[in-house]
């Protein structure tokens, strides 16, 4: 069976609802019976590519880690993490994967709460996304529980000219820790430069205003380096992409970052959110805490980049597969892994987000 026909079977699996490796799912009460979707297919060319971030919420193996707070998923631990189920979250993950890319698997994947570097081999290696080829950009952080970032590429699509990990050291507490910048540049489409930028910026544990300074401080840091781009080349097209734990219209985002929720008019230092054209709103969003949806996946393109997209070329991904009933809060959530301390096998608690650009 040759690459075509391997991945048209895999995409009709997909569509169909068919689901070969996941036959336990409807032990799981939580899980929507409701058949998979996807984008619209429309083929894409050459000089098109897809681009996908997702938080895939503690992708991690089951091997303690002595450098880092993973306790709770070992072999043995409190959450009863086990091989069967890392191997479940892995092909939960390249089904979403399939399903998000339409004719052709996304291009370019930016990856949050990931372990290390031996998921990431699981997850191209050992499931159906393994015909595809993806190259792996990782780099570990000092994050404490030892969560990072990662990026995914297709070398026929992406060639990778720099990387970098840029650190995070808050002067106000020098002895907290997060995760890194991912920095990757690379030529898209064998056409243009396109830098990258992937984040997981600090999280609200421990009290929402009490965090602002630490976003607002990886904000700044971010934007620095976006400046330092524009200044070199001012048509260099950059893709933030990333949990930022903050809203666009939260400071870090707004002010420090300084991320515009329109399109019109941007100077060509500005930076554009495009959840702006993603049509969010409160019962639109990648996460829901109780009844609100929250926008805190972001794609955020330089003025030159916006030229390779609309406004409104980023969505979020809500098939239903990805989705559940929220009996307490009423609509839907996110089908996640756990429910509380409860093994109910979905997905993640955040909905993956993509931008279709043309080079």
Known sequence: MNLITKFLFLLAITLLGVNLVFAQEDRFPYKKPVAAETPVLQKRTEAEMRIMFYNVENLFDVVHDSLKADNEYVQ?????????????????????????????????????????????????????????????????????????????????????????????????????????????????????????????????????????????????????????????????????????????FDESVSKKLQAKMDSVDLQYTDLYDMLAGAGISWKKGTIKFREEWETIDHMIVSRPLLSHTTPHGMHIFDAPFLLQDDDAWFGEKPFRTYYGAKYIGGYS????????LKF
């Open 76 to 248: 043995g631990g409190m959450r009863g993490w086990t091989y069967d189920r890392m191997r479940r979250k892995l092909l939960n993950i390249s089904k979403v994967v399939i399903a998000l890319g339409g004719w052709s698997p996304p291009d370019i994947i930016g990856l949050c709460e990931v372990e290390n570097r031996n998921v990431l081999y699981g997850l191209t290696l050992d499931t159906p996304l393994e015909v595809f080829k993806y190259r792996i950009i990782h780099y570990e952080s000092p994050d404490p529980r030892g969560i990072d970032v990662a990026l995914l590429y297709r070398p026929d699509k992406f060639r990778v000219l720099y990387q970098s990990a840029i650190s995070v050291r808050f002067p106000f507490d020098t002895a907290a820790r997060t995760r890194d910048i991912l920095f990757v540049k690379g030529i898209a489409c064998n056409r243009d430069t396109l830098n990258i930028f992937v984040n997981h910026w600090p999280s609200k544990f421990g009290g929402a205003s009490a965090t602002i300074p630490k976003r607002n401080y990886v904000a700044s840091l971010l934007r620095r380096q976006t400046d330092s781009l524009l200044v070199v080349n001012p048509n260099a097209n950059i893709l933030i992409m990333g949990d930022l734990n903050d809203s666009p």
């Open 349 to 356: 608690d955040h909905l993956p987000v993509y931008l279709d």
